[in-house]
T-cell receptor, first 112, second 117 residues
Framework: GQNIDQPTEMTATEGAIVQINCTYQ??????LFWYQQHAGEAPTFLSY????GLEEKGRFSSFLSRSKGYSYLLLKELQMKDSASYLC?????????????FGKGTKLSVKP | GAVVSQHPSRVICKSGTSVKIECRSL??????MFWYRQFPKQSLMLMAT?????????EQGVEKDKFLINHASLTLSTLTVTSAHPEDSSFYIC?????????????FGPGTRLLVL
């Protein structure tokens, strides 16, 4: 089966660093996405990792280890506006179709 | 990043009527588009995958006669909720896949909030 796990909720302080972990067990794995979703809005793309290693993009970085089925999203210099749900999603390729398997999301609350 | 639009952003309709939602990729050609549904405090659930010019592939438990999907061009897909009922009230989000080959990613539209009375 397909399974993605990430913590349900996390709390961090403004200006701090937070790491959101994601483990996955998906067949036909073809990459790992991170999305940010503010309440009442659609997800917005943050990062896509297909190779092992760390991808840095401004305050956000994403890491992937395919052998361990593990990824994390690292948020630095946290701001209040970073309070949102962060969705980990595995891209799988059944045949010629692409498909995203989503985790349940991690609700991050940034406190002053 | 790539832009995906959805229209309408919000719709209220009476039970028994049909509602059409449009999804457009504005600055890229999307060979594949996806329709998701999200209930409050839950994650996104894939409803169907559509490729331009062919029939959509529906996920298990999604009624294809109720949720009609048309992917008429590389930039437009529509979802029609037929004979809508209150339990169809949800947040519907489309997604389009595009980008350079090998660098493709999936971008979401802003979503359509449907309320069936």
């Amino acid at each position: 089966g397909q399974n993605i796990d990430q913590p349900t909720e996390m709390t961090a302080t403004e200006g701090a660093i937070v790491q959101i972990n994601c483990t996955y067990q998906t067949s036909g794995f073809n990459g790992l996405f991170w999305y940010q979703q503010h309440a009442g809005e659609a997800p917005t793309f943050l990062s896509y990792n297909v190779l092992d290693g760390l991808e840095e993009k401004g305050r956000f970085s994403s890491f992937l280890s395919r052998s361990k089925g593990y990824s994390y999203l690292l948020l630095k210099e946290l701001q209040m506006k970073d309070s949102a749900s962060y969705l980990c999603a595995s891209l799988i390729e059944p045949g010629s179709q692409g498909n995203l398997i989503f985790g349940k999301g991690t609700k991050l609350s940034v406190k002053p | 990043g790539a832009v995906v639009s959805q229209h309408p952003s919000r719709v209220i309709c009476k039970s028994g009527t049909s509602v059409k939602i449009e999804c457009r990729s504005l600055d890229f050609q999307a060979t594949t588009m996806f329709w998701y549904r999200q209930f409050p405090k839950q994650s996104l659930m894939l409803m169907a995958t559509s490729n331009e010019g062919s029939k959509a592939t529906y996920e298990q438990g999604v009624e294809k006669d109720k949720f009609l999907i048309n992917h008429a061009s590389l930039t437009l897909s529509t979802l029609t909720v037929t004979s809508a009922h209150p339990e169809d009230s949800s947040f519907y989000i489309c997604s389009a896949r595009g980008g350079w080959s090998g660098q493709e990613t999936q971008y979401f539209g802003p979503g359509t909030r449907l309320l069936v009375l």
